[in-house]
């Protein structure tokens, strides 16, 4: 019998919730572009409730403990005291989310004798170190496609808040005041602006999707281009690299993740070739990018905003540079765990434990290492290696009160 050991983030600060906005969630038959929806044999929740937090348990204590399995869940997981590194010497499998991530580093790997796999409820797996999950022989899944275009949705709403000025103008319309120069002063139209995405993967075309009636300019660079019909039907430009694609864009959104090849793919160098006065929205990792960089862009004009929900480490200490720099529409790490997406991972992780107990194979899509080898959407969407160096810093939130 398995010990899973599940890392899920607080519960809200006045407690799990008694009751919910909406009754219901809209029903999706299938993702674009035909991909199943998780299909376990059952689950053990509602969806629509929060399922993420340390209460809603993502909904598996039923089926585990009927099964003869243990199931610990804990929010503490950042620091060598942290319940996380104790109960992970005998655990056999572990389950966490990006937006409260469970580091797996070399050293946490070397502890845990017993791992056969980490699953990633929800989309992103960077902070396991593959290079030592396939050393080491750990299957790494993720739920692939669970929260795409969640996090799409808010790609766009990222980039109109700050073409914009939307959360500026917010904040003097609820502090009382009437200070339309001082909203205007910043705000300007997205039409027929250049907006261009690093991917075009599933976040990454699902934003140029939503986007294209807005009338602007689309532009992507990827490793793989997108199918001819596909270009046409959106008007697309495609550029080889990352690099021809900056100076020609007004707003940039990354949508790649992060592995050796991407990290720190934004820096003082590459922040030169924007357009003065660009916006860039980040939803992928925060380690895409160098902060100080960010911050230095910002604050010399270079950047006209920055948008975005995920930093490095998480959760980020609270001196990070990224919370107060000029022109940021910062949140914590959530989009992608609406409550509509939460009902999908949990789902999609049920079906991967599912799998997993039962001998079965797990869908190629969900698969990013197995068998010592990058796998199925790890083998197409990243790079052998590590990008969890420096998470250690994460524990500073805990340590700051
Ligand atoms: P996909 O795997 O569908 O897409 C990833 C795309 O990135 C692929 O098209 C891949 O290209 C491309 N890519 C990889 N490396 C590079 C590179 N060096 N240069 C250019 N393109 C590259 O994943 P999703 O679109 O679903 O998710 C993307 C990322 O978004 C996740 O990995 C995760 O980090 C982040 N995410 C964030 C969430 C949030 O809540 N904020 C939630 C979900 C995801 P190809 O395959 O053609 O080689």
């Not at 929060?50 to 243990?70: C, F, P, Q």
């Not at 905003?305 to 200490?317: R, T």
Request: include cysteine; charged fraction near 25%.
């Amino acid at each position: 019998m398995a010990k899973v050991l599940c890392v899920l983030y607080d519960d809200p600060i006045d407690g799990y919730p008694k009751s919910y906005a909406r009754d219901d969630l809209p029903k999706l038959e299938h993702y674009p572009g035909g991909q199943t929806l998780p299909t376990p044999k059952g689950i053990d929740f509602t969806p629509g409730e929060l399922l993420g937090s340390v209460s809603g348990e993502l909904g598996l204590r039923k089926y585990l403990e009927a099964n003869g399995h243990t199931l610990v869940v804990t929010s503490d997981k950042d620091g060598p005291n942290s319940v996380f590194e104790k109960e992970l010497v005998d655990a056999d499998i572990v389950i966490s989310q990006p937006f409260w991530p469970a580091y797996l580093t070399a050293e946490r790997f070397a502890k845990a004798k017993n791992l056969k796999m980490a699953v990633t409820a929800g989309i992103g797996s960077d902070h396991v170190d593959l290079q030592s999950a396939i050393d080491r022989n750990v299957t790494v899944t993720e739920v692939t496609y669970c929260n795409s275009i969640s996090v799409a949705e808010h790609v766009v709403m990222m980039i109109l808040s700050l073409v914009r000025n939307y959360l500026p103008s917010h904040e003097w319309a609820k502090s009382g005041g009437w200070n339309i120069a001082d909203c205007v002063q910043h705000a300007y139209d997205l039409e027929k602006m250049e907006v261009g995405t690093v991917a075009a993967g599933r976040i990454g075309l699902a934003v140029l999707r939503r986007l294209a009636p807005f009338d602007v300019n689309l532009h992507y660079t990827d490793r793989h281009r997108l199918p001819e019909s596909v270009e046409k039907e959106l008007n697309l430009t495609w550029h080889a690299t990352r690099e021809e694609m900056y100076p020609v864009c007004d707003v940039v959104t990354l949508n790649c993740p992060l592995h050796p090849e991407t990290e720190h793919m934004i820096n003082d160098e590459t922040l030169k070739l924007f357009k003065r006065g660009a916006y860039l929205v980040n939803t992928a990792r925060g380690k895409l990018c160098d902060r100080d960089a960010v911050a230095r862009a910002l604050e010399s004009g270079q950047l006209a905003g920055y948008a975005g929900d995920v930093w490095f480490p998480q959760p980020a200490p609270k001196d990070h540079p990224w919370r107060t720099m000029p022109h940021n529409g910062m949140t914590p790490h959530i989009s992608g765990t609406t409550l509509t997406a939460q009902a999908r991972y949990a789902a999609g992780t049920r079906e991967i434990l599912e799998c997993f107990f039962e001998g079965r194979p797990i869908r190629d899509e969900y698969l990013i290492v197995q068998g010592g080898a990058l796998a199925g959407t790890g083998a197409h969407s990243y790079s052998k290696g590590n990008a969890t160096g420096g998470s250690e810093e994460a524990e500073r939130f805990k340590k700051a009160g």
